[in-house]
């Protein structure tokens, strides 16, 4: 179980403390020569106390930390340098390079290689040359190890962050792009099955000495046309509670669109459907070729000027070609909305989208590849 901070790093300088009092007590304080007679153990001890007492800070405020711990052991290095205070300043110095700022980061590293580079160069002046690399070595174990150390570990961490920041917009991205598609279905289903019910019902409403056989023919096909709205509103509400979406959305398949084509006539449209194999289609292409033609044949229901309208699937060798053709006058005008559907969806899967009005006709023609 991991400690809170607040309370780590207190007992982390206690330790520090406690260790360097058994380190002190049994003699082996000392980094280089003998003990200075001079120097009480009290002493020793005390600085030490303020050396841990830096520690307590080195989270929450790692520069004035490193300030406290630099101190002390600047005392101590005048005194003769003892390994327990040594030891804080080294921990205090990773822990500042590596939780501070960007900016006391830098400070960090720029005056530990001035530091380590003017040491070697004043013993090398004032001393023996040869004794500068032993000088250099001391401090570069010393003090640009834990920087160095420090350094490598913030950047792994930085860039682990970054990744699990690259994630979590990648996953906003998907779910974005599934409530959008989520949303089409949704349009799609109101606006192909719940309009032809509408239209089917006000049909048979409208007929007052019809024929019962027709009247059973648009009630069939009310129902029919219910039954898959309330199915396919099922599986788009399943979508939206499960935890991860299915490989297959929707169930609309295109081996289903002459139910699209009896409903069509039902409502009083004369179709004409000229199919084609429509067998191991990839499933994206599949749902975008049915929806379009769904949305297509719904505007012929709505707006065609004529009784009469075309659906054809063409298979080619790389494309899956959906034309829907209906009569239009000068005042007949499409769903706006169905039309953007309409071209998000062959878009999505890379195809091409066209609709506008040929002679008399409207057309719709959607290119999509296999």
């Known amino acids: 179980m991991t400690l809170h901070r607040r309370y780590r790093d207190p007992l982390v300088a206690a330790a520090s403390f406690a260790a360097g009092l058994v380190v002190h007590l049994l003699d082996m304080d000392l980094v280089l020569g003998g003990r200075d007679p001079g120097v009480p153990l009290g002493a020793r001890l005390a600085i030490l106390a ?6 307590c800070f080195r989270h929450r405020a790692p520069a004035v930390a490193l300030v406290v711990a630099a101190s002390a052991t600047a ?3 005048a005194l003769g340098p003892s390994l327990p205070t040594i ?13 501070g700022s960007r900016r006391l980061h830098q400070v960090i590293a720029g005056a530990v290689a001035a530091l380590t580079v003017g040491v070697t160069a004043v013993v090398a002046v004032v001393g023996d040359w040869r004794l500068s690399f032993h000088a250099g070595l001391q401090v570069f174990s010393l003090l640009v190890v834990p920087v160095w150390w420090a350094t490598n570990v913030r950047r792994h961490r930085e860039g682990a962050e970054q990744v699990a920041r690259i994630a979590e917009l990648d996953r906003r991205a998907a779910v974005g792009a599934e409530r959008n598609r989520m949303a089409r279905d949704l349009h ?7 309009s032809a019910i509408a239209i089917q019902s006000e049909a048979v409403l409208s007929l007052r000495d019809g024929d ?6 648009v009630l069939r096909s009310v129902r029919e046309n219910s039954v898959r709205a309330l199915s396919e509103m099922r599986t788009m509400i399943d979508v939206l509670r499960a ?4 490989d297959a959305p929707g169930t609309a398949r295109l081996s289903e669109v002459g139910v699209l084509v009896d409903s069509a006539r039902a409502a009083g449209l004369d179709v ?10 990839p499933v994206a292409v599949e749902v975008a070729a049915y929806r379009i033609t769904q949305e297509a044949l719904t505007n012929a229901v709505r707006h065609a000027s004529g009784p009469c309208a075309s659906v054809e699937l063409e298979r080619q060798v790389r494309r899956l070609v959906v034309v829907v053709r209906n009569a239009a006058d000068g005042t007949a005008r499409d769903s706006g909305t169905g039309l953007v559907s309409m071209a998000e969806r062959a878009h999505a899967v890379g195809g091409e989208f066209s609709a506008g009005r040929a002679g008399g006709e409207w057309v719709v023609r959607a290119e999509l590849p296999l």
């Open 188 to 194: 799609d289903v109101v606006a192909g099955h719940l």
């Open 50 to 55: 303020v050396a841990c007492a830096g520690q």
């Open 243 to 246: 935890d991860e979406p299915p």
């Open 87 to 99: 030891a804080v300043l080294i921990d205090v110095l990773f822990a500042a390079a590596l939780h």
């Open 75 to 77: 005392v101590d290095l």
């Open 212 to 217: 019962p056989e027709t009247s059973r023919t």
């Open 272 to 281: 004409r459907f000229r199919g084609a194999d429509v067998g191991d289609l």
